[in-house]
C-alpha cells in the first residue's frame, strides 16, 4: 500500500539500522575490554557462574602461596637439624674416642672441651632457628613441661623428707648426748646411723640446707621452664593448602619434636632450648664409663633427630604434591572463566565487518525510501 502518513518502507530501513548499530557498539565494547561479558546482561547466568569460578581461582593461587611458605618453613626446619645431625655424629665419635682405654685424662679433657661447645651449638640451632620472626623448633610440649615440673617437684618433695629424716636423726643424738655426758649409748647410735645411712653429726645440718638449696634451685629453674615460649612446631599448626575452610592440613609434630628433645637432654648436659639449665640431665667424656654410657645415648638423639626430619620431609613431600594438584585446578579453573567470559576476536571481528556492512546498506535504503513520496506526487499531478 502507498501511504503519505505512513513510510514503511523507511521504518524497516530505520529499525534494521538501529538495531545493526547496538550491535556494532557491543562488538566494539568486546573487542576493546577483551570480555565477552561486560555487564549483566551480556550473559547472567554465565557471569554468575565466572564469578564463582574466578573466586575460587583466587583462592587456589592464595592457597598455593601459603603452601609455598609452609615448604620453606619446613625445609628450614630440616636444614637446622640437617645440622644438628652433623654435629651429634661428631659427639658420637668423641664419645667413642673417650670411652677407649688409650684415651688419657688429658685426651678426654680436650675431648669434653670440643664436646662441651657442640652441645652448646646443639642448643643454638634449636633455639636460633627461626623464620620470619617466629622460633621453629624452640620450646617443649605442656605435656613435657609440667612432667618436668611435676618430677622436679617430685624430687623436692623428695628431698625435704631426706632433710626431715637428717633433723630427726640429729634431734636424737642431741638428746642422747644431753641425757648422757658420756656419750650416747649404742642403741642411740645404731638408731643414729641407720637413718638414711648417715651419721647424724653436725655435717647433718649443712647437707640438709644443700639439699633445701639445691632442689630448690631446680625446681624455680623447672618453673621458669614451664612458662618457656612454644615454638611453632611445639604446637599443632594448620596449613591453609585450599580455597575453602575444609582444606586444611593439620600437623602435629609435638610428640616428636618432644621425644628429640628430650634424648637431647639425655646426651648431653649442656644442651638447653628454653634457657634454663636443670641438673642431673646428661652424660659427660671425662670418665670413661660415662663416656660409653653416652655413646647408645647420642645414638638414640640422632634416631630422634632422623625422625622428626622424616616426618618434615614426608609432610613436604605431601605439600608439594598439593601444590601440583592446586596448579592443575587452577589452570582449569582459569581456562574455564576464560571461555565465559574472554572475547573471540575472530568471531567479533567478522560480526563487526557484517553489521558495519548492514549499517551502510541500510543507510543507503533509509534515503532511498524518502522516493516513495516523490512517487506518490507523480501520481497527483
Known sequence: ML??????????????????????????????????????????????IA??????????????????KSISILQTADGALDESSAILIRMKDLATQAADASATSGDRVAMQAEYTA??????NISSATT????KLLLGDTAAERAG???ATANAVANAANTAAAHAAAVAAYNAAVAANAAGPTPATQAAVASTSGAAATAADTASIAAI???????????????????????????????????????????????????????????????????K?????????????????????????VATVRSSLGATTNRLSHSDSNLANMSANTIQAT??????????ESAEMASDQLLMKTGSAMLRDSGSISSLLMSLLK
Open 118 to 123: 657442640l652441645s652448646h651449638e646443639l642448643s
Open 3 to 48: 501511504s503519505i502518513r505512513t513510510n514503511a518502507a523507511s521504518l524497516s530501513a530505520q529499525n534494521a539500522l538501529f538495531h545493526m548499530e547496538g550491535r556494532t557498539a557491543i562488538a566494539m565494547t568486546r573487542l576493546g575490554s577483551g570480555f565477552r561479558v561486560n555487564s549483566a546482561r551480556d550473559d547472567a547466568a554465565g557471569l554468575q
Open 212 to 278: 633445701a638449696s639445691t632442689d630448690a634451685q631446680d625446681y624455680a629453674a623447672a618453673v621458669a621452664m614451664a612458662a618457656a615460649v612454644d615454638g611453632t612446631f611445639s604446637r599443632t599448626v594448620s596449613f591453609q593448602i585450599g580455597a575453602s575452610a575444609s582444606e586444611v592440613l593439620v600437623y602435629n609434630l609435638t610428640p616428636l619434636l618432644s621425644n628429640m628433645h628430650t634424648a637431647l637432654h639425655a646426651a648431653s648436659t649442656t644442651y638447653d632450648t628454653f634457657g634454663i639449665s636443670v
Open 148 to 150: 618436668v615440673v611435676t
Open 131 to 134: 623464620f620470619g620472626g617466629s
Open 338 to 347: 576464560g571461555r565465559i567470559m574472554d572475547t573471540d576476536f575472530a568471531q
Open 280 to 304: 642431673g640431665s646428661g652424660t659427660d667424656l671425662v670418665i670413661a664409663s660415662a663416656a660409653s654410657a653416652s655413646i647408645d645415648k647420642l645414638s638414640q638423639a640422632l634416631d630422634a
Open 51 to 68: 564469578t564463582r569460578l574466578t573466586s575460587q581461582s583466587h583462592g587456589m593461587a592464595a592457597a598455593r602461596s601459603n603452601i609455598q
